[in-house]
């Protein structure tokens, strides 16, 4: 990299824009935003070798991801998404161009949350590592506990596309991997669909540059929620447990799209254990007593009971405790 940190600093100063009258955004030591309500503060990190793989990850990608993953925080508590802090660990040997692919999927992605970065920080550092903190402002925030007994579990759309995308990511070649880190738009991605008999666009996509769900047409009929970043049992099991209730899920209600279903049949494994176990899909779990909640295309896939667990309800099998499996950081 031939730019120095100060270099830098002043052409995101001046690439990224931010009103005056929302406040006082990159310059200053704090940034300051005017709120009309409550705030909400989330913050999320993502570690080279941890969180990512640049075999078949752009720094395009990740840009865009950081953003993606602090917002679903705001939006998993109900709120509106304004602002966000980055800051980043990168080695000495990153190009300008990787720099600048960075910094433009994070400006994608502020474009498509309606929202502005305030501030951050850079440091050199032996392996890249990204820190992003979401401001939002919620007049009501929608918490974990809430749940009730008799309520419905709902989800905003098929779980497992970004486990699936993943376990397809790390079977391709060198060259197919290569290809990957090119797109930018995964829209008209088809190159690989022949050899998968299924369109997997949508599974890369929903890995390497995931997009959060905004819950401002269903938020006031949501009594707890929370986003689905580590996989659908753990994290209602992490629900429940806020709660002090325990949940049922109807194994013939859970979506499974056709692109799954061919995924798992190509690695020799079982689709269920991407839709169920499956992390960073940022889908919502919306928990709630009514029934109009399916008006706003959300998908109902169980009940909250009583006795504490989570367990499935297999139409052959009957009832089947299950155990919160999914993604831990230890």
């Given amino acids: 990299m031939k730019k120095n940190e100060l270099e830098i600093v002043k052409e995101i100063r001046n690439r990224f824009f931010f009103p005056e009258s929302l406040g006082i955004g990159i310059g200053d030591d704090s940034a300051l935003i005017k709120l009309k309500n409550p705030a909400l503060l989330t913050t999320d990190l993502m570690i080279e070798g941890v969180h990512f793989d640049f075999a078949y990850t752009s720094f ?26 980055f800051s980043a660990g990168l080695p000495e040997t990153i190009s300008d161009e990787e720099l600048k692919d960075l910094f433009d999927g994070i400006d994608k992605a502020l474009s498509y949350y309606d929202g502005y970065l305030i501030g951050g920080d850079l440091s050199r550092s032996e392996k890249v590592v990204l820190s992003g903190v979401a401001l939002g402002e919620c007049d009501k925030p929608v918490l974990r ?20 995308g993943l376990s397809l990511l790390k079977s391709f070649s060198e060259e197919e991997k290569s290809l990957i880190k090119k797109i930018k738009d995964f829209d008209n ?53 806020e709660s002090d209730v325990g949940a049922e899920i109807y194994l013939d209600k859970l979506p499974v799209i056709s692109s799954i279903l061919k995924t798992a049949e190509y690695l020799n494994t079982d689709p269920m254990n991407f839709v169920l176990s499956g992390g960073e899909d940022y889908e919502l779990l919306v928990i709630s007593a009514e029934d109009k909640a399916i008006e706003f295309g959300l998908i109902p896939i169980g009940k909250i009971v009583e006795t504490k667990g989570i367990y499935l309800l297999d139409p052959l099998k009957g009832k089947i405790s299950a155990k919160p499996e999914g993604w831990q950081h230890f």
């Fill in 145 to 164: 506990k809430g749940a009730e007994p008799g309520d419905t579990i709902f989800i905003t759309s098929p779980t497992g596309l970004s486990s699936a």
């Fill in 189 to 241: 991605f088809n190159e690989l669909n022949d050899k998968f008999g299924s369109s997997i666009n949508e599974l890369i996509e929903r890995h390497l540059m995931p997009k959060a769900r905004n819950p401002h047409k269903f938020r006031k009929i949501a009594k707890a929620m929370m986003d689905i970043s580590d996989g659908l049992l753990i994290d209602l099991y992490r629900l429940c447990e």
């Fill in 60 to 85: 395009y990608h990740l840009g865009f991801k950081i953003v993606s993953i602090n917002v679903s925080d705001i939006y998993a508590t109900g709120g509106d998404f304004k602002g966000f802090l």
